[in-house]
C-alpha cells in the first residue's frame, strides 16, 4: 500500500474514533457543556490538558522554528514549558477552588463587575480567534499535502469534524477525545523520531541522539555537525544566537506568562472534581507534554541535517519527490539564479518574500516558475518552516506507514487546541454575555442551545481565518500569547493575591495591556514591516516579545488606578482570602 492509501485508512479510523466519542458523550446540560460535569479523573484530565496544550505549533512548527533559528527557537521551549509551570502553581488549584465556568465568570465576579466581565470576554475572543486561526491553517496544510486536496477544502473538513464534537459534546465530548488526540499525537511524534535518531546517530532514545556521534565517520556530534555545516554555507552556527540578551529575556517571558493566561487551557482545570485534583492533573499534563517537548529539539535537528545533505548541490531533475510535492503546494521555491540546474541552499533569502508562482509554468528544469524579485543572496532555495516535521519522515526515507502516522498526529494537534479554544469562545458568549449579561431570564436549555449556536458560528469563523490566514502558523500563535500575556493573566494573578485591587483598576489594566500589545505588534508587522529592525523596536524588544511589556504596563496602570479610587466591598475582599484555602470546591459528575 502507498502512502496516501495508508495516510486515508490512518486518518479515517481516527476521525471515526473522535465521531463515535462525540455520539457517545452527547450532553445534556450547560455544566457538562462546560465543564465535563465536573467529575474528570486526574490523569484523564492531565492527558486531555496535554492534547489541548500541544497544538499545530508545537507538533508542526515548533521543530521547524528550532531547525532553523537554532540555538534562538529555545526561547519557545522555555517560554511554553515555563509558562505550564507558572500556571500550574499559580492560577489553577485558585481558579478550580473559585468553582465556576469560565475565566470571564472569575473575573465578572472577583471584580464585581459586568464590564470587568465584558473586557474579559472581548479579550478571551480575540485571543481565542487568533490562536485558533493558525490551527486552522496546520489542518488545511496537513490535509492538502497528504491527502492531496486544495488547503481551503482541507480546513473545511476540519471544520466539520471539530463541529461534530464540540457541539455535540461540549467539554465532555472534547476531554475523551482529547485523550485519543494525545494517543494518535505522541505515537506520531516519537515514531519517527526515534527512527530518524537511528539512522543518524545509532541512538534509538531522540534526546540522548541529540548530544551523541554522527554515524558518517566525522567524529563529530550531532549539533558539531550542524555547527561546522552551516557556517560553511554562510550561516550562523546553529549553537549561536542572534538575538539580544533582552529580547530573549521578554519573548520568554511573554510567551510564559501569555500560557499562563491562555483561557482554553485554565478552563481544563475546572473540569475536574477537587481542588487538590487540580493539583493531581497539572501534574500528570506537565509529564505528558515533557515527552514531546523534550523530544522537539532532536527533531528539529535531525530535520535541519536530512535537508541540507537531500537539497544542497543537488540537481533540480534529481530531487526527491518529496521537494517537488511541496513545490507544488507553495510551501518549498526555487530559483535557478546562476543557471547551472543545481540547488545551492544558503544563508539569506532567496527571493523577495514568499514564491508566488506563475500559474503552473515550468522553467528549464522542470521547476515552477517563481516570480518574486531575487536578492543578491546565493541561496536559491525556499522553505516553509511549518513542513519541516511532516516533511522529515520523506527526508529520512522512512516507511510510508510512519508518514501517513504524522499525518494522523499533526491532524490530532490541530483539532484538539481547536476544539479547546472553539468551546472557551462559545462558553463566554452564552455563559458570559447571554446568561450573565444580556438575558439573565434564560434556563438552562436555552443556554446550552445559544452555547451550541456559539460553537458552530465559533467554528465558521475559525475556518475564515484559517482560509485567509494573517501569517504563518507559529507567528500567529505567538502574537495570541503576547495578548494574553498582556491582558488576562495580571487581572486573574491580581484577582486571587491582591485583596485591594478593584474593578476600576483591572479594567484600565486589561484594556490597556491589550491595546498597546495590540497596536506594537500590527505597526510592525502590517503597517510598517520595513522598521521591523531591532534599531527600531522599544527597549530592544520585538512584537513577539512585546506582550511583557504589555504585562508590566497591565500591572503598572491596575495598581495606580487601584490606590486612586475605592477598595473592592468587604465580601469580595473575603472571597479572595477563600479562594487561597486549599480545600474542595463541590461535587463533580460521574462518567
Not at 305 to 329: C, G, H, M, R
Not at 341 to 352: K, L, S, T
Amino acid at each position: 500500500m502507498d502512502a496516501s492509501t495508508l495516510t486515508y485508512i490512518f486518518v479515517g479510523i481516527s476521525f471515526a474514533l473522535y465521531i463515535g466519542i462525540a455520539i457517545w458523550s452527547r450532553v445534556g446540560s450547560t455544566k457538562e457543556f462546560y465543564v465535563a460535569g465536573g467529575g474528570v479523573h486526574p490523569v484523564v484530565n492531565g492527558m486531555a490538558t496535554a492534547a489541548d496544550w500541544m497544538s499545530a505549533a508545537s507538533f508542526i512548527s515548533m521543530a521547524g522554528l528550532i531547525a532553523f533559528l537554532g540555538y534562538d527557537g529555545s526561547v519557545y521551549l522555555m517560554g511554553w514549558t515555563g509558562g505550564y509551570v507558572l500556571l500550574a502553581l499559580l492560577l489553577a488549584p485558585y481558579l478550580r477552588k473559585f468553582g465556576k465556568f469560565t475565566v470571564p465568570d472569575f473575573i465578572g465576579d472577583r471584580y464585581y463587575s459586568d464590564a470587568a466581565r465584558l473586557v474579559a470576554v472581548i479579550c478571551l475572543i480575540f485571543i481565542s480567534f487568533t490562536y485558533v486561526a493558525g490551527q486552522m491553517r496546520g489542518v488545511g496544510i496537513v490535509f492538502s499535502r497528504f491527502l492531496e486536496v486544495d488547503i481551503d477544502l482541507g480546513v473545511i473538513i476540519g471544520m466539520a469534524i471539530v463541529f461534530m464534537y464540540a457541539v455535540l459534546g461540549g467539554m465532555k465530548g472534547i476531554t475523551y477525545t482529547q485523550v485519543a488526540q494525545y494517543c494518535v499525537l505522541i505515537f506520531a511524534y516519537t515514531v519517527p523520531a526515534i527512527f530518524i535518531s537511528m539512522l543518524i546517530t545509532g541512538n534509538p532514545v531522540p534526546q540522548f541522539g541529540l548530544g551523541s556521534e554522527v554515524t558518517d565517520g566525522s567524529g563529530l556530534t550531532v549539533l558539531g555537525k550542524l555547527d561546522s555545516v552551516l557556517t560553511d554555507l554562510g550561516f550562523t552556527a546553529y549553537t549561536a544566537g542572534t538575538k539580544s540578551t533582552t529580547d530573549i529575556f521578554a519573548i520568554t517571558a511573554a510567551l510564559m506568562v501569555g500560557t499562563a493566561g491562555l483561557p482554553h487551557v485554565i478552563v481544563r482545570f475546572f473540569t475536574v472534581p477537587k481542588v487538590s485534583d487540580a493539583r493531581k492533573s497539572a501534574g500528570w499534563a506537565l509529564v505528558f507534554i515533557a515527552i514531546l517537548y523534550t523530544t522537539a529539539p532532536a527533531v528539529g535537528a535531525f530535520a535541519r541535517i536530512n535537508f541540507i545533505n537531500e537539497v544542497n548541490e543537488t540537481s533540480y531533475a534529481e530531487t526527491p519527490q518529496w521537494f517537488k510535492n511541496w513545490e507544488d503546494l507553495g510551501l518549498v521555491g526555487w530559483t535557478d539564479k546562476n543557471g547551472d540546474g543545481n540547488i545551492q541552499y544558503r544563508a539569506g533569502a532567496p527571493f523577495d518574500g514568499k514564491p508566488t508562482f506563475d500559474g503552473e509554468k515550468r522553467g528549464p528544469n522542470g521547476e515552477r516558475v517563481v516570480t518574486n524579485s531575487a536578492t543578491a543572496s546565493a541561496n536559491e532555495v525556499y522553505v516553509d518552516r511549518d513542513i519541516m516535521v511532516l516533511a522529515n519522515p520523506e527526508i529520512a526515507k522512512l516507511p510510508d506507514w510512519v508518514i501517513a502516522l504524522v499525518a494522523a498526529g499533526s491532524l490530532a494537534a490541530a483539532l484538539s487546541t481547536a476544539a479547546g479554544l472553539l468551546l472557551v469562545i462559545s462558553s463566554a458568549v452564552s455563559h458570559d454575555l447571554m446568561k450573565k449579561t444580556f438575558k439573565p431570564e434564560i434556563t438552562d436549555k436555552e443556554e446550552l442551545l445559544y452555547a451550541r449556536i456559539a460553537a458552530a458560528c465559533a467554528i465558521g469563523v475559525a475556518g475564515y481565518l484559517g482560509i485567509n490566514p494573517p501569517g504563518f502558523v507559529a507567528q500567529v500563535v505567538a502574537f495570541a500569547f503576547g495578548l494574553a500575556a498582556a491582558s488576562l493573566f495580571p487581572a486573574i494573578l491580581m484577582g486571587i493575591f491582591s485583596r485591594r485591587m478593584n474593578k476600576e483598576g483591572a479594567i484600565a489594566g486589561m484594556l490597556v495591556g491589550l491595546l498597546f500589545t495590540f497596536a506594537y505588534i500590527v505597526y510592525f508587522k502590517f503597517i510598517a514591516p520595513e522598521a521591523n529592525t531591532a534599531a527600531n523596536w522599544w527597549f530592544g524588544i520585538s512584537p513577539e516579545g512585546i506582550g511583557s511589556l504589555g504585562m508590566v504596563l497591565n500591572f503598572l496602570v491596575a495598581t495606580a488606578v487601584s490606590k486612586a479610587s475605592s477598595a473592592p466591598p468587604a465580601e469580595v475582599q473575603e472571597l479572595v482570602d477563600t479562594i487561597r484555602i486549599p480545600s474542595g470546591a463541590g461535587a463533580g459528575h460521574k462518567h
